[in-house]
């Protein structure tokens, strides 16, 4: 059935990626009528995840390029530019098509899997239990996102499996990083000595007073853990992996990183970091369920046609196919941007590569979720590798999903290789214990963070970047944030979604319209519960 | 704790005004509401019933809308145990939709998900789609079937208390998909499934 939408809103969100999905869910629980539409089939844009076949099909944007429109009194800008566009730098299989001897008695697939004979015919054939990610996320469990989902009651649409391990690369072989204090004490690559050495370094970063860090003001970090006389190895594990510095990294921003890391010990895993169930696309959504949940209009596979703007460059509203519809503000991810308007370049990229890999790049009795901080070396960036495996609901048991990223240099393929021949099989079809990859994806995203992207020359309309090199969403709901507050700068941001408890609804008199619901989740005794229940803290 | 010992997590798809938030709130609020506005803030409802002198706690998703314009989440149907799929016996187009809704649920619910499809508004004298059309559909897809009136709350019950059973009986016999013990809900509140000790740790 064909629905027309509702031709007035406050707000017009373009795009479904994290920034304009949280800007949407902002504006939707202080009662705004919000809009929001994607021209894609999906959510989340370039945050989101896919299915094999299905991310085997993205297009690197594929949008005409009408121009632009002189109304009476109004103008029209065309949708989209090309500047912020992925792009593809390979993708190929390393299996064979089809291995048509097994293929004939189909029924059988539980001895083929356990031959592990993999062929794309039967990846494809479970594409649907992959869920990869464009952009994969980690959550520090006490950083901004996870303390953002509790204090707003969105933490009910996700479900999040902790991190079970850090690894970093040191002397020609993968170590288990030891973070926690019963890592440290239980670690047996580490003396003693260094054991003292190090809880004595991390307990002074993160209670350390000034005086603890003078004179270190314009000295990196690695000159303070020198100092401080560590080991060799303590300094890797430190400077590369806890605080995932680089050898300039000054002294401040150093302990700055590792009190991040610390903080967030302790309170859901033996590592601080969660990761998303079924990918990091399922986050983009949880904000649009809140949305909707609120009274927000959701529309996938819209077209949209232009934005229209007065003489003064106001915004007035977008045509949708053949409708016009009038808001009073406009919040669009930054590819949406006209084409027009767009006067600078991306001049920074981020280089992924994702791979399917029949086993762990460091096998264990059970399933691991990894993260491997890989340190930088002869002047190539550190990059960072993240391993998915069945458990996360990324992908099939036997398989893992692995994620390889860093600053862009050269392209990504060249960017990622010093780390990518250390991990996996060299050649096609060599036997050894490392895991072999039965399909790659390389792809540059552009990461727009660091640009200024004030949209100066369009009057109501605010421009969401896309993601960025940050382990966690910090930057996204910072910018969110700022969005909000510039377009209702005197509204609570996200306060906390009442549960469905404390919800009355009111009878047969008032059109299913639930009154009580801000009174509700003002009420301290609630927040109290919350707040018991995360104190459950383990003390590791 | 709480008293109740299972929680499983029911959600409703179908075509926009078949009647999903009415057989929602006849059978947790004993209540048909009148008129077609949105339900703001609501996002799911909760109603402990009793099977075998057991208490089952239902929580029971509704589309927030999003089904207008065919933008429902894919998370929306992640961890459900039950799928009930919705459509309006004297509407045909509703019923035209169930292959394109059974798409999307094949996609993105879990393959062990109990699936039922529910022939809502049989009050209607309007009827466009006979009984049999249904039950036949149904039974090719192997899902439960049933009609409905929200209005006169009829087989509503029936309905909910079928699918706390049938789940009752699969935990029962361990067979439950989800909800595996070691994934983490972040808040505790909407923790999950089976006995206590395997859910929602906040360590």
């Known amino acids: ?540 | 704790m709480e008293d109740f010992k299972f929680l499983f997590k029911v959600v409703l798809v179908g075509n926009a005004g078949v009647g999903k938030t009415c057989l929602v709130r006849r059978f947790t609020q004993g209540l048909f509401p009148p008129g077609q506005g949105a339900t703001i803030g609501v996002d799911f409802m909760i109603k402990t019933v009793e099977v075998d002198n057991e208490k089952v706690k239902l929580q029971i998703w509704d589309t927030a809308g999003q089904e207008r314009f065919r933008s429902i989440t894919q998370s929306y149907y992640r961890s459900a145990h039950a799928l009930i799929l919705v459509y309006d016996i004297s509407c045909q187009p509703t019923f035209d939709c169930l292959p394109d809704w059974l798409r999307e649920i094949e996609e993105y619910a879990s393959s062990k998900v109990l699936r039922i499809l529910v022939g809502n508004k049989i009050d209607r004298e309007d009827r466009e789609i006979p009984t049999f059309v249904g039950e036949d559909f149904a039974a090719r897809h192997n899902m439960y079937f049933l009609e409905t009136s929200a209005k006169e709350a009829e087989n509503v019950e029936k309905l909910f208390m079928k699918i706390a059973e049938d789940l009752m009986q699969q935990a029962r016999n361990k067979d439950l998909s989800r909800y595996e013990c070691s994934t983490t809900n972040i808040t505790a509140r909407t923790s999950s499934v089976n006995d206590s000790s395997c859910c929602s740790k906040l360590t």
Not at chain 1, 471 to 493: G, Q, T, V
């Open chain 1, 1 to 540: 059935m064909e629905y027309d939408l509702p031709s007035d809103f406050d707000i017009i969100v373009v795009g479904t990626g994290m920034v304009e999905s949280i800007v949407s869910a902002a504006a939707s629980r202080i009662g705004k009528r919000v809009l929001h539409i994607d021209s894609n089939s999906y959510y989340g844009g370039l945050w989101a995840s896919f299915n094999l076949d299905s991310i085997s099909k993205i297009p690197e944007g594929n949008r005409s390029q009408p121009v632009v429109e002189n109304k009476e009194n109004e103008i029209v800008y065309p949708v989209g530019n090309d500047v912020f566009d992925l792009r593809i730098h390979s993708q190929k299989w390393h299996i064979p098509e089809s291995n048509p001897e097994k293929d004939v008695d189909e029924s059988d697939s539980a001895v083929a899997q356990e031959e592990h004979e993999w062929t794309q015919e039967k990846l494809l054939k479970i594409s649907r239990k992959f869920n990869i990610d464009l952009a994969p996320k980690l959550h520090f469990a006490k950083g901004d996102f996870v303390e953002l989902l509790i204090s707003s009651n969105i933490a009910r649409y996700s479900e999040f499996r902790s991190v079970s391990r850090i690894l970093t690369w040191l002397n020609g072989s993968l170590e288990i990083v030891p973070c926690s204090r019963s890592d440290v004490f239980s670690s047996n690559r580490v003396s003693v000595i260094e054991k003292r050495m190090l809880m004595k370094l991390l307990t002074s970063c993160v209670d350390g007073d000034e005086n603890e860090f003078k004179g270190y003001e314009g000295k990196t970090f690695q000159s303070y853990l020198k100092d401080r006389k560590l080991t060799e190895n303590l300094i890797h594990y430190v400077l590369y992996a806890i605080a995932m510095c680089t050898d300039d990294t000054l002294c401040l921003e150093g302990v700055e990183k590792t009190k991040r890391f610390l903080g967030s010990l302790g309170r859901f895993g033996k590592t601080p970091f969660l990761y998303s169930m079924y990918g990091s696309g399922e986050i983009t959504q949880a904000f649009c369920r809140l949305s909707a949940v609120f009274g927000g209009i959701y529309a996938l596979n819209q077209s949209l046609n232009g934005f229209i703007y007065d003489n003064d460059n106001t915004f007035k509203g977008i045509i949708c196919g053949k409708q016009r519809i009038n808001a009073t503000h406009l919040v669009m991810s930054l590819e949406k941007l006209p084409k027009e308007i767009v006067d600078f370049s991306t001049t920074e990229y981020i280089s992924r590569a994702i791979f399917i890999t029949d086993k762990s790049i460091l096998e264990d009795e059970r399933e691991h979720l990894t993260l491997l901080l890989f340190p930088p070396v002869d002047r190539k960036a550190a990059c960072v590798v993240l391993e998915l495996g069945s458990l996360t609901g990324t992908c099939p048991k036997g398989l893992h999903i692995v994620h390889v990223f860093t600053k862009q240099t050269v392209n990504p393929e060249d960017d990622l290789k010093h780390c990518v021949e250390k991990l996996f099989c060299k050649r096609e079809g060599e036997s050894n214990s490392s895991p072999s990859i039965l399909w790659s994806f390389y792809f540059s995203a552009p990461n727009t963070f660091s640009q200024k992207l004030e949209c100066e020359k369009l009057l109501n309309t605010y421009v969401c970047p896309g993601p960025d090199l940050d382990l966690d969403y910090d930057p996204a709901i910072e910018r969110a944030k700022e969005i909000f507050e510039r377009i209702y700068s005197n509204a609570e941001f996200l306060p906390r979604a009442p549960d469905p408890e404390e919800i009355i609804i009111e009878g047969e008199d008032n059109n299913n319209i639930i009154n009580e619901t801000e009174e509700r989740a003002e009420v301290p005794a609630d927040q109290g519960d919350v707040s018991s229940e995360l104190a459950h803290e383990d003390d590791t």
